[in-house]
């Protein structure tokens, strides 16, 4: 069993900066690539960035130049960090990692308001 734990939402104003954390535990061999996506309301779950296990980083063009997903993994840990906060970035973040499986983290809020 694999459990995901992500903090680091919050309530911050347009041109904020937040940084997300998603802490993998359990019976983990290896986890190839982490990744980040979103739901805001009324809408599907996007792709925002994704991690491989080498290193390797890919963002939705919406977010490019903004957010920077990076990984420790001696923590299996996986981080984004988000600058420069736009009211469409208000949604909730959820980590997914690829140990051969799939697994989704319980999601945290971001909200972007003035």
């Known amino acids: 069993q694999v459990q995901l734990v992500e903090s680091g939402g919050g309530l911050v104003q347009p041109g904020g900066s937040l940084r997300l954390s998603c802490a993998a535990s359990?019976?983990?061999?290896?986890?190839?690539?982490m990744a980040w996506y979103r739901q805001a309301p009324g809408k599907q779950r996007e792709f925002v960035a994704a991690?491989?296990?080498?290193?390797?980083?890919t963002y939705v063009d919406s977010v490019k130049g903004r957010f920077t997903i990076s990984r420790d993994n001696a923590k299996n840990t996986v981080y984004l960090q988000m600058h420069s906060l736009k009211l469409e970035d208000t949604a909730v973040y959820y980590c997914?990692?690829?140990?051969?499986?799939?697994?989704w983290g319980q999601g945290t809020q971001v909200t972007v308001s003035s």
């Open positions: 997914n990692i690829d140990t051969g499986s799939y697994y």
């Open positions: 359990g019976s983990i061999f290896s986890i190839f690539a």
């Open positions: 991690i491989t296990s080498g290193g390797s980083t």
